[in-house]
């Protein structure tokens, strides 16, 4: 008889494991690509929400109903609050502030649960935070990117909570961007609707009915925290359970339901599994939506005995722009529940990074963490986007997140599958670490062909670009890459020597496996003029003029990282500001 592939899967996490904690340098490696640091071992609060700003700051947040975190509040504060189920007076922060560029970090205070809420970041570059549970189902919370230091807060901003601000409770839903920079907030636990925010009334307690959302609720409940894509035409692709349709959110109007997802899984919480929309090329005329990972039906109810069975190993990739569009299925390299679905900036990777190969989401649901992160290469021919990279030793299991940072790392915290913080006797204790992994790009062996833009200055302040209008980047090249990619990032319409691209990144919202507004448009490089050359090979610094997306529902207006990629090497990036 041949062992049930659970076992197999756990045999190799368990080789993986060793290698890790015995063989492999403290900063992580062993097999495959990438590297792991561990930034902080803890930061007080579990990583459960991350939104990086234009600062360079992580704001991160729990939940207030955690019990007492490991992070007090400043200055002897407590928040007393008659509606908080666990503590009622509660002198310690659940959410932080993390400076990238210092490594450190600092408490904040959310006075209301924001327990699997949503966000999105407004136009202006400030977190709006939207949810959560019990006393916070309908607040709003906004947390200002503040500067630190010498502006006139002296770095002290903190969240802002407004009551009942939205119209329905908003618990398990995601957000969506608007181009015309409102959020879209759809689903959550019994709601079978979407608004929108802010809005245009204040008194508008309006949510607008999606019986697409009855249709998908199965008895595990396995549609929340649908994945939500803004589309190339404006319309808002929806995914849930297994289906998904289209939605023109302005008439209320669903303009397209595609074809299922084979197999009938589930594929969101609490068989979470990720999903991206892919990098959008120059003037996009397509856009593809890639779903990977999840848990069969029946998983979840099977925890509660202490089954679990091996997560999905499948991903389904779909062109939603096709006239006639279909599923197409690939299989990664093992399988994966409550992995995170990371863009990485050189537009030819995703990083499908933490989670577990068994189980479900939900408070003591998996048993065996996914520790090596996988690579998918879009570009890449059907049978070679796959590749395993190098594995930490920190399960990331329920309630971790992941997202990109400027300088090209993938931030990683979080994990907490019990219902309270709890440190011992248990096999995956709360994990208030951060962690970083560095994809292969940013070996050292690749310093030689590190570009670096260096105007405007990485260091500087955000650049203004409108819609349609062009962006001049000085940056410079210490040698050419060779063509890698078969027709990866480097497509980017004929940059310096036909080889560099542009790339530019919206900072994710990350909870619960989903990245919130995440996307990367690969830019056009309408001219590129040297400006002085060292060596024969296309060595030197140049100036390039970057064409903006024509309009706003190809990148909602606000704050994105721009990048210059040497075949598949990203600089670090700098921010823009589009409206
Ligand atoms: C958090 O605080 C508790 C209680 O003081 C302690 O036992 C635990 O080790 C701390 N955990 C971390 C990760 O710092
Ligand atoms: C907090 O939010 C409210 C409502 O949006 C706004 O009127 C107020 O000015 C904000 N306060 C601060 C300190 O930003
Ligand atoms: C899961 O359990 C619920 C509640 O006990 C039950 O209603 C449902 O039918 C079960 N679903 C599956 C797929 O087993
Ligand atoms: C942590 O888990 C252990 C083992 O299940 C349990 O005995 C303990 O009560 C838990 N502690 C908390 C604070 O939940």
């Given at each position: 008889m041949k062992p049930p592939p659970a076992l197999l899967t756990r045999g190799l996490a368990l080789v993986l494991a060793l290698a890790c904690a015995g063989i492999a340098p403290a900063s992580g490696g062993g097999a495959g690509g990438g590297r792991w640091d561990v930034?902080?071992?803890?930061?007080?609060?579990?990583?459960?929400h991350m939104q990086l700003l234009h600062n360079d700051r992580v704001i991160i947040f729990d939940r207030t109903d955690f019990g007492p975190s490991n992070l007090s509040l400043p200055d002897g504060r407590c928040r007393r609050n008659p509606r908080e189920r666990v503590l009622p007076v509660d002198c310690t922060a659940h959410s932080a502030e993390y400076d990238v560029a210092s490594n450190t970090f600092r408490p904040l205070s959310v006075f209301t649960d924001t327990w699997c809420s949503s966000g999105t970041v407004a136009p202006d570059g400030t977190l709006v935070q939207t949810g959560g549970w019990n006393d916070g189902y309908r607040n709003v919370r906004a947390m200002r990117a503040c500067d630190g230091g010498d502006d006139d807060d002296g770095g002290s901003c903190d969240w802002n909570e407004t009551q009942d601000a939205l119209a329905a409770n908003r618990w398990y839903a995601t957000n969506q961007v608007l181009p015309d920079g409102r959020a879209f907030i759809v689903g959550g636990r019994r709601q079978f609707n979407y608004e929108f925010f802010p809005k245009a009334d204040a008194s508008d307690a309006s949510a607008i009915a999606l019986p697409f959302l009855v249709q998908t609720r199965d008895p595990e409940e396995n549609n929340l925290y649908p994945f939500v894509h803004l589309n190339i035409d404006g319309n808002l692709f929806i995914f849930a359970k297994n289906r998904a349709v289209l939605l023109d959110y302005r008439k209320n109007k669903i303009v397209r339901t595609y074809p299922e997802l084979a197999g009938g899984d589930p594929r969101n919480y609490p068989s979470s599994g990720s999903s991206v929309l892919l990098p959008l090329k120059p003037s996009p005329t397509e856009a593809e939506v890639l779903v990977c990972g999840g848990a069969p039906a029946g998983s979840y109810n099977s925890t509660k005995e202490k089954t679990f069975f091996p997560a999905l190993v499948t991903c389904g990739r779909i062109k939603i722009t096709d006239a006639s569009p279909a599923w197409v299925i690939e299989r990664m390299p093992s399988p994966r529940v409550m992995g995170d679905m990371i863009l990485l900036p050189n537009g030819a990777e995703v990083a499908i990074i933490n989670g577990a190969m068994d189980g479900t989401a939900g408070w003591e649901a998996a048993s065996t963490p996914a520790y090596a992160p996988v690579m998918y290469r879009p570009d890449h021919a059907p049978g070679d986007r796959f590749e395993e990279q190098s594995a930490t030793d920190i399960a990331r299991l329920y309630h971790s997140a992941a997202i990109l940072l400027r300088d090209g790392r993938v931030l990683v915290g979080g994990s907490n599958p019990h219902i309270y913080y709890n440190f011992s006797n248990v096999r995956y204790p709360t994990e208030l670490s951060l962690e970083a992994f560095s994809p292969e790009y940013l070996d050292s062996s690749n310093d030689a062909l590190r570009p670096k833009i260096t105007d405007p200055s990485p260091a500087g302040p955000a650049v203004s670009v409108k819609y349609g209008q062009s962006m001049t980047l000085q940056f410079e090249v210490p040698a050419v890459a060779p063509r890698r990619r078969p027709r990866g990032g480097g497509e980017g319409g004929g940059g310096a020597l036909g080889l560099v691209s542009v790339t530019m990144v919206a900072p994710s919202f990350t909870t619960h496996s989903f990245a919130m507004n995440q996307r990367l448009l690969l830019l056009d490089v309408a001219g590129t003029t040297a400006l002085h050359s060292t060596a024969g090979a296309g060595a030197g610094a140049y100036e390039a003029s970057v064409a903006m997306p024509a309009k706003a529902v190809l990148a909602p207006p606000g704050y994105y990282m721009v990048f210059v990629v040497n075949g598949h090497i990203p600089s670090e990036g700098v921010w823009v500001h589009i409206e």
């Amino acid at each position: 008889m041949k062992p049930p592939p659970a076992l197999l899967t756990r045999g190799l996490a368990l080789v993986l494991a060793l290698a890790c904690a015995g063989i492999a340098p403290a900063s992580g490696g062993g097999a495959g690509g990438g590297r792991w640091d561990v930034l902080q071992r803890s930061i007080g609060v579990s990583a459960m929400h991350m939104q990086l700003l234009h600062n360079d700051r992580v704001i991160i947040f729990d939940r207030t109903d955690f019990g007492p975190s490991n992070l007090s509040l400043p200055d002897g504060r407590c928040r007393r609050n008659p509606r908080e189920r666990v503590l009622p007076v509660d002198c310690t922060a659940h959410s932080a502030e993390y400076d990238v560029a210092s490594n450190t970090f600092r408490p904040l205070s959310v006075f209301t649960d924001t327990w699997c809420s949503s966000g999105t970041v407004a136009p202006d570059g400030t977190l709006v935070q939207t949810g959560g549970w019990n006393d916070g189902y309908r607040n709003v919370r906004a947390m200002r990117a503040c500067d630190g230091g010498d502006d006139d807060d002296g770095g002290s901003c903190d969240w802002n909570e407004t009551q009942d601000a939205l119209a329905a409770n908003r618990w398990y839903a995601t957000n969506q961007v608007l181009p015309d920079g409102r959020a879209f907030i759809v689903g959550g636990r019994r709601q079978f609707n979407y608004e929108f925010f802010p809005k245009a009334d204040a008194s508008d307690a309006s949510a607008i009915a999606l019986p697409f959302l009855v249709q998908t609720r199965d008895p595990e409940e396995n549609n929340l925290y649908p994945f939500v894509h803004l589309n190339i035409d404006g319309n808002l692709f929806i995914f849930a359970k297994n289906r998904a349709v289209l939605l023109d959110y302005r008439k209320n109007k669903i303009v397209r339901t595609y074809p299922e997802l084979a197999g009938g899984d589930p594929r969101n919480y609490p068989s979470s599994g990720s999903s991206v929309l892919l990098p959008l090329k120059p003037s996009p005329t397509e856009a593809e939506v890639l779903v990977c990972g999840g848990a069969p039906a029946g998983s979840y109810n099977s925890t509660k005995e202490k089954t679990f069975f091996p997560a999905l190993v499948t991903c389904g990739r779909i062109k939603i722009t096709d006239a006639s569009p279909a599923w197409v299925i690939e299989r990664m390299p093992s399988p994966r529940v409550m992995g995170d679905m990371i863009l990485l900036p050189n537009g030819a990777e995703v990083a499908i990074i933490n989670g577990a190969m068994d189980g479900t989401a939900g408070w003591e649901a998996a048993s065996t963490p996914a520790y090596a992160p996988v690579m998918y290469r879009p570009d890449h021919a059907p049978g070679d986007r796959f590749e395993e990279q190098s594995a930490t030793d920190i399960a990331r299991l329920y309630h971790s997140a992941a997202i990109l940072l400027r300088d090209g790392r993938v931030l990683v915290g979080g994990s907490n599958p019990h219902i309270y913080y709890n440190f011992s006797n248990v096999r995956y204790p709360t994990e208030l670490s951060l962690e970083a992994f560095s994809p292969e790009y940013l070996d050292s062996s690749n310093d030689a062909l590190r570009p670096k833009i260096t105007d405007p200055s990485p260091a500087g302040p955000a650049v203004s670009v409108k819609y349609g209008q062009s962006m001049t980047l000085q940056f410079e090249v210490p040698a050419v890459a060779p063509r890698r990619r078969p027709r990866g990032g480097g497509e980017g319409g004929g940059g310096a020597l036909g080889l560099v691209s542009v790339t530019m990144v919206a900072p994710s919202f990350t909870t619960h496996s989903f990245a919130m507004n995440q996307r990367l448009l690969l830019l056009d490089v309408a001219g590129t003029t040297a400006l002085h050359s060292t060596a024969g090979a296309g060595a030197g610094a140049y100036e390039a003029s970057v064409a903006m997306p024509a309009k706003a529902v190809l990148a909602p207006p606000g704050y994105y990282m721009v990048f210059v990629v040497n075949g598949h090497i990203p600089s670090e990036g700098v921010w823009v500001h589009i409206e």
